[in-house]
């Protein structure tokens, strides 16, 4: 154990720093992205796809209670282990199953409860999981404890890397079987074994199975591989690893059928509204600039360390000219395939959000690192060349933590306690939602909705029983939808003088407003 110890302190002092900033972020998160709660109502729900579907798709004019949205959002007595309701909900949604299925199993473990550790436990211990993949990349490509310690800091305290595991969804599940297949890719070209094919064939099964985004980064990469083996005349390889892989690939016609229906629908997140981002060539230079500026942001102690390390290499370039092997062709199969995939993901993705280039930056780390092994060449044989590496180490660690501290990451929500201060303070008053039927900003609300008994759906002409609901109430909570792009594009004005001429209700008090929608207290 000492042994271990001795050998490995850097390891398992670079993860225990990930997950002790990892813990403090977690408990500063204080809300949750629309997103993350499609994700407990699509794992957890029975048979009920959206918060609609509690009332048949059908809400206008009827009540839906707090008991009911919990039981959307949670697993309750004798719905545990549910797969067969995680499969038909995604065959409603527009992605495959498997983390869902994972985040049913874990919800079932604590059946009902809803708490937000529960999706931040799972993505935790896969986060945990993708930052040993990237280790034993790293250390099967350039042979070295701390460049690849290094790297493990540099990625996991990034603000993309952080994001990544604070958005309770399936992009952390997705980044990590990016990076399982690009460890057993590198495996596979230091040491072809056959046994490797199969256990490949499943983890590009399992990347679709998660996010169809998984494609972009892993043909590439496949891709590579294959003329990697063709330039190596590894035919043998070749000829076990192409069916294996098309293998995996097919599979998932067999495993999701309804990826065909996903993939070619007409919606705003399908295969249709990516081809309509395709065509649009005049977005090509916006959407490009948006997505290298989420690196830049995103990645900031790497791209420090990117230009420390090319100023030193300029110098010692001679140096690194006359050392032994400088070029790995094994790492550059790794790396350049993110490069490739970056602007096809920027180009398609149905809105520009960091989320869908999360599995791709590690291999940008990957890229960093390659730097710091050419420096590490360039320099040579130095006087202690262990402690310099060591306080290299601890540099590069103190940096990462100072813009970890600086540029803290996605998804935290601070304003979501006022919100949620401000629910509390009227949760006695009836409630009421306007919309047209439409389910996103009502499940982006859920959190505050859940503070009272119940809540009334009703659209801008008031239709239904609105005052057989509120009984004469001096006032209510009312929320209106008002995104034009996801929803119904209300006018809280026009619904507030609609109320004034049409009910006692005439005076408006805004509480705030949360992107889809918009809070009054309504009174008389």
């Known amino acids: ?11 398992a002092l670079m993860f225990l720093i990930v997950t002790a900033v990892c813990l403090m972020f977690s408990c500063r998160k204080s809300g949750m992205f629309i997103d993350e709660i499609y994700t407990y109502g699509l794992s957890n ?13 059908d809400a206008i004019g009827k009540v839906i209670s707090r008991d009911e949205l919990f039981d959307y959002v949670a697993v309750t007595d004798g719905e545990g282990f549910d797969f067969g309701s995680v499969y038909y909900n995604q065959t409603m949604d527009v992605h495959p199953p498997l983390y869902y299925w994972l985040f049913n199993a874990v919800s079932s473990l604590f059946p009902d409860s809803f708490t937000k550790w529960t999706g931040l436990a799972l993505d935790y211990v896969i986060y945990m999981l993708a930052l040993l993949c990237l280790y034993k990349l790293l250390m099967k490509l350039f042979d070295s404890r701390d460049i690849a310690c290094a790297g493990v800091i540099l990625y996991g305290l990034s603000l993309l890397g952080m994001s990544t595991m604070l958005m309770i969804r399936m992009y952390v599940l997705l980044t990590m079987l990016s990076l399982l297949l690009a460890w057993l890719l590198a495996c596979l070209m230091r040491d072809f074994r056959p046994r490797l094919c199969p ?6 099964l ?5 996010q169809y985004y998984f494609v972009f980064y892993a043909f590439f990469l496949c891709g590579a591989y294959v003329v990697y083996a063709l330039v190596k005349r590894q035919y043998k390889a070749l000829l076990w690893f192409v069916p294996w892989a098309l293998g995996g690939a097919l599979s998932l016609l067999l495993v999701f059928p309804d990826c065909i229906t996903q993939l ?5 997140v ?41 100023v030193a290499l300029a110098f010692l370039f001679r140096r690194l000219k006359t050392a032994e092997k400088p070029l790995r062709l ?3 199969v790794i790396i350049l395939p993110a490069f490739a995939a970056l602007p096809r993901v920027a180009i398609i993705s149905p809105v520009m ?11 940008f780390i990957a890229a960093v690192c390659l730097l710091l092994y050419w420096l590490d060449m360039a320099l040579g044989e130095l006087k202690r060349p262990e402690l310099v590496r060591k306080a290299a180490l601890l540099c590069i660690t103190a940096l990462a933590l100072w813009e970890a501290r600086c540029a803290p990451p996605m998804y935290l929500y601070p304003e979501y306690a006022e919100y949620d201060a401000l629910a509390e303070q009227h949760a006695g008053e009836p409630c009421v939602y306007f919309t047209d039927n439409y389910f996103a900003p009502i499940t982006q609300d859920l959190l505050q909705l859940m503070k009272f008994r119940d809540f009334y759906v009703t659209d801008e002409n008031l239709s239904g029983d609105l005052e057989g609901y509120l009984q004469g109430s001096e006032s209510f909570v009312a929320y209106i939808d008002i995104s034009e792009y996801w929803s119904s594009g209300y006018d809280p004005e026009t619904i507030i003088n609609t109320l004034a001429e049409s009910t006692a209700y005439s005076r408006a008090q805004l509480l705030y407003q949360n992107g889809l929608s918009v809070t009054y207290v309504i009174s008389k």
């Open 270 to 310: 399908s295969g249709g509204n990516a081809m309509e981002n395709l065509t649009a060539i005049s977005q090509y230079p916006q959407r490009l600039m948006y997505y290298l500026a989420d690196m830049r942001h995103g990645l900031k102690a790497a791209i420090y360390v990117t230009i420390l390390a090319a």
């Open 45 to 57: 729900s029975s048979y009920t796809p959206y918060v609609t579907d509690i009332r048949g798709g």
């Open 1 to 11: 154990m000492k042994d271990w110890f001795k050998k490995n302190w850097a390891v």
């Open 199 to 204: 256990l490949i064939a499943l983890t590009i």
């Open 330 to 332: 094994d790492s550059l």
């Open 264 to 268: 070619t629908a007409d919606k705003l």
């Open 206 to 210: 399992a990347g679709l199975m998660t």
């Open 353 to 363: 959000d960091q989320r869908y280039i999360y599995n791709i930056t590690p291999f």
